[in-house]
Every structure is written in C-alpha cells, then in structure tokens.
C-alpha cells in the first residue's frame, strides 16, 4: 500500500470541499492565485532542499511550452471548476472528474493515433452514460439547461476535458524533464497567469476580514493539494507502477462524497451514485490492461 498515492488522492478529493467553502468569501481569481502562489513556494522550497534546478533547466522555447500547458491544466483548469462549484455540488463534481481517464483515451486515439478496441469502447460509453445521468438528474427534458445546477456540472465537464488537453499536448514535454521540476515551473506559470486577473478584481483588500474556516480551505488547497498532493503523488510514482499508484484514484469520488456529506451537508442522491458507478466501471472497463 502506498500512503504517499492514498493521501494525494484524500487531498484531492477533498480540494472541491475545500474550494466551495473558500468561495463563500473570496471571489474565484483570488482564490485560485493565493492557493497557486502557496503551492508554488512549497514546491519551490522542496526542489531547493534537494539541490535540484528550476529555472535554467528550460529554454525560452520551453518556457512558452510551460505557459501554454500552464493556462490548460492549471488557471483554466482551475477557473473552470471554481465557477462550476458556485452552481453544482462538490459531489457532482468528484463524480464527474473522475471520467478523465475516459476523455484522455479517448484523445489518444484521435490526436496520437493509440489503438482502441471494443473493450475501451463500451467503457467510454458506459462512462459517458454516467456523465449523462448525474448531469440529467434523471431529467430528460429541455428543461433542465435552465437549471444554475446543469450549467456547474457542465464547466466541471469542461474542466475535465481542460485536464484532457493539458495531459495529451504535454506528454511528450513533461516527459523529458524531471516531473516535479515541471509540474514547479507550470504551477508558477499559472499563478502567474491567474495574478492580474485577480488584481483587476480589486479584492485583496477583503482578505483581512476572511473568516478562519475560509483561511483554512485556502491553506489546504494550496499546501496540501498544489503542493504535498504533488509531491507524495510523483514520490509515489518513483517508487511503484504507475497502473499500481493511478488505482488510488478510484477512491478520490468517495473521498469527496463522504466528506461532502458531513462537512457541507450535501444530499447524497441515489441517481447520483447510479451515475457514479457506471463512471467507476467505464473507466476500469477502459483502463484496464488486458491478461
């Protein structure tokens, strides 16, 4: 058993929680630059007592590569779920997340050419089918485009396909250079994307009246889920199979239901978990290598 992927994986899934009740308080843009900025430093501060490089390792050529990646996976990725929380659940979102593996092999056999058989087939649809049902609510009707709900559970999906993107487009680039230096540089490239759009805001005078339940979740967000999450996710990497380390990320849904549950006090819906399980075994059905 890996600690280091089990508590990478309950950060994570606990990061939509944690944003639902930062945003009470703070507007999206300046949640999403001081958690950045946080885990940015941390990751920062753990490559120097290494010893290891940050900055010159990258080209000027690179660094544009890095900024491209940084506005997909990390500000627009992140502005696309904070928005979606305002409107839908946290645990609609963890549900919904957790099709990525669908979308990214999906977008391999498009843009990279990688072989699909019929087994990955009917798990992208059975997945897909899930989607659908924790988004329709069992509503299938015109109707439901009205509701504030449809249109979160929708930025959430367009978050998930904003991951796709990041994924594909830098998997030959991450790839070359040590992961955690990478993933250094395109989080202070994100925060750095998302900084001037915060100070067009003109909210950072409100942070000293934050209340200390609404500092707590811009803590956790930005120490434990930008930065311990990718660390003890890429230690974990170092050390087991990657197929071995991605089964944790079967547990990050239940992670968020569950403390969805008892900390926003969020209805667990029984059409919800129907969807979530046609999610979970479309993506086992489509990642599952054969014997």
Known sequence: MSWQALAAVVFWGISFIATKIALREVHPFTLLTLRYAIGALLLILFQLARGRAILNIFSPREWIHIFILASLGVSGLGLLQA????????????????VNPILIILSARFFLGEPITPRKI?????????????????IFSLSLFRLASTFGDLLILASALAWTAFTIGGKGFISRFPPLATVTAIMMSGCLIVLPLSLLIGEWGNLAHLSLMTWAGIFFLGIFCSGLGYLFWYSALEKRESGVVGIYLYLEPFVTLIGAYFMLHEEVQWITLMGGGMILIGVYLATRNPS
């Open 122 to 138: 009917s798990g992208i649809f059975l997945g897909f089918c899930g989607v659908f049902l924790i988004i329709s609510k069992g």
């Open 83 to 98: 928005y979606g929380l305002l409107y839908t659940t946290a645990i609609h979102t963890g549900w919904i997340i957790a």
